[in-house]
Structure formats: C-alpha cells, structure tokens
C-alpha cells in the first residue's frame, strides 16, 4: 500500500464484523478498513495529525454499530480518545499503578465509597464485596461500577443489588484499569497476559 510509506509501527483491530488497521506515520495516524469482495482491500477512512513521539498503544472499537467508531491513542500517562464520526477528540489521564478515582463515586475502603450528587454534597456508602476495591464510578444515571484488578460489578444505586458482572476469563492473566466513565459508557485498558504472549485492549461496557 503506496499510502503507507514510513510506517513506523501498525496495530490490527479485529471486531465482529470489521477489521481496521491502524499505522502510525511520521507524524500522523493512519485508520483504514477492510472493505470485502469486490475490493479485497484496506481503505482510508482517515489521517489524524496527533503527537506520534511516544505512542505505545492504538485500539479501534465499535460501540453502538458500525458507524459509531472511536480511536484510542496510547500514550505513558493517559489516552486520546477520537471519534472518527464526529471527528472529535478527548485526552483521558490515567495514573500508572491504575488507581486514578473519577471525582463522582470514590473509595475510601476496600469496601466503601463516597458518593457526590451534583450540588456537591457526599453521601458514604457500604456494601460487601469479594475484592478489594481500585475504582468506582456512575454509570449512567442510577448504576455505580465498582472494580478491581479483575472483577467489575455494576450496582442499582437505589436497591444496592448487583445487576452485572464483568469478570476476566480464567485462562488469562488480565489486569483492568479505569479509563474514562462518562454518560452510559465505561472505557477500561486490559493488560493481558495469556501464554506468554502479552496484549493491551479497551474495554467498552454501555448501558442500553
């Protein structure tokens, strides 16, 4: 491909039904598509002029259908998270030891958190849970995700019941760390481990 000249490195995303290719440029990102019989053939869907110096991660996903695709650039400390309908973009922190708490739901215990509603006002709440805690969050207006490195529960903020379990599958070594939960959807980077061969993913969990 004559468009891919001076590739620095590439990352394959392969989804249901789609598989994208994204290549890193001397300065820019590359996001291109594979488009089947008759084409039989990566096409461009489009060039990102991004900081390239210190990429270690890309990750292409498909959140509600096939139109709504989000490109997530890896960088040390945190995330550029692009939406290719839209065309824009949102830097996510994230702290190394994948503890960094979003300021809605925060623990303070290995089994409690502290909740703040929208004028402010901090509200504790406890509950039994088989881990310990490293992240909390709202998710979208009446669920509270609660996570550690492994197991991710998804709470009915008014009855305190568990509504779904996310949990890594037990033949991998999986280590979960919150990236960005905002409206109805949870962003998590997955570092895995599985036969020696060693893997970065984003997680998207949304509510329908």
Request: overall charge positive; glycine content about 4%; proline content about 3%.
């Amino acid at each position: 491909m004559s468009n891919t000249k001076g590739c620095e490195f590439y990352s394959l995303s392969k989804l249901k039904d789609s598989v994208y290719l994204c290549i890193v440029m001397p300065s820019s990102v590359l996001i291109m598509k594979w488009a089947p019989h008759p084409f039989n053939r990566f096409m461009k869907l489009k060039e990102i002029s991004v900081d390239v110096s210190s990429i270690n991660m890309i990750q292409v996903i498909e959140t509600n259908s096939k139109d709504d695709v989000k490109v997530f650039i890896g960088y040390e400390n945190g995330l550029k998270m692009i939406d290719l309908q839209s065309a824009t973009s949102e830097d996510i922190s994230y702290s190394l030891d994948g503890k960094r708490i979003p300021n809605v739901v925060s623990p303070v215990t290995s089994n409690k958190l502290i909740r703040k509603d929208s004028n402010h006002q901090k509200y504790p709440l406890s509950f039994t849970w088989r881990q310990s805690l490293l992240f909390a969050a709202k998710l979208s207006h009446n669920l509270i995700v609660a996570g550690s490195h492994q197991v991710v529960d998804v709470w009915s903020a008014e009855t305190g019941k568990i509504v779904h379990i996310f949990e890594t599958k037990k033949n991998r070594i999986r280590s979960l760390k919150l990236l960005s939960c905002k409206g109805d959807r949870l962003f998590m980077l997955a570092d895995e481990d599985r036969d020696g061969m060693k893997s970065v993913s984003v997680i998207c969990i949304y509510v329908e």
